[in-house]
């Protein structure tokens, strides 16, 4: 079945970065648009950007340009989202989503949280 | 970007009951707007697609309407397992939004 597992949980200082991997399995990974998400404890979700597997381009939400970067190794079908210059509103848990039909999500990964704290 | 106004932000009602969320665009998003579920400590799954469409295993009682602005997600009779917090979602060009959430909660 179709399935994204990801990496797991995570505690940086702030001003570190992190990277979050992705691995697809079930599906072509170069097929679909692979896309980020993240979730604040007790908050709603909020979308971070897109990146092609295939081509390897990229989009990114307005607010997190600058910091974000996605990437890929296609050779074993996993996607990375790095955040940079973290800060403690960083602190979500951040989840992989594939999007098979270019307008929603499915699936999604289980979540990675990452924490940034001093 | 297109802003996606979900109402209301809390729904309790009982077991059996029907349930009625709303999700408004602040410009058309045509048909393109999906409807995750989410449980406390999971990944959101998805629901509806395309407004209407409902994804692979998903119950008959959930159900959506609606294009340009106005959509609506209907749980026909709600099952326990039905409590949880809804979220509209939609893309314009490449960029996606959310709603900010339904809860569906326990009377």
């Known amino acids: 079945q179709v399935q994204l597992v990801q990496s797991g949980a995570e505690v940086k200082k702030p001003g570190a970065s992190v990277k979050v991997s992705c691995k697809a399995s079930?599906?072509?990974?170069?097929?679909?648009?692979i896309n980020w998400v993240r979730q604040a404890t007790g908050q709603g979700l909020e979308w971070m950007g897109w990146?092609?597997?295939?081509?390897?381009?990229?989009g990114y939400a307005q607010k997190f340009q600058g910091r974000v970067t996605m990437t890929r190794n296609t050779s074993i079908s996993t996607a990375y989202m790095e955040l940079s210059s973290l800060r403690s509103e960083d602190t979500a848990v951040y989840y992989c989503?594939?999007?098979?039909?270019?307008?929603?999500?499915?699936?999604w990964g289980q979540g990675t949280l990452v924490t940034v704290s001093s | 970007e297109i802003v996606l106004t979900q109402s209301p932000a809390t729904l309790s009602l009982s077991p059996g009951e029907r349930a009625t969320l709303s999700c408004r665009a602040s410009q058309s998003v045509s048909s393109y707007l999906a409807w995750y579920q989410q449980k406390p400590g999971q990944a959101p799954r998805l629901l509806i697609y395309d407004a209407s469409n409902r994804a692979t295993g998903i119950p008959a009682r959930f159900s959506g309407s609606g294009s340009g602005t106005d959509f609506t997600l209907t749980i026909s009779s709600l099952e326990p397992e039905d409590f949880a917090v809804y979220y509209c979602?939609?893309?314009?060009?490449?960029?996606?939004?959310f709603g900010g959430g339904t809860k569906v909660e326990i009377k």
């Open positions: 989503a594939r999007v098979p039909d270019f307008n929603w999500f499915d699936p």
């Open positions: 990146m092609n597997p295939n081509s390897g381009n990229t």
């Open positions: 079930g599906y072509t990974f170069t097929s679909y648009d």
């Open positions: 979602q939609q893309r314009s060009n490449w960029l996606f939004t």
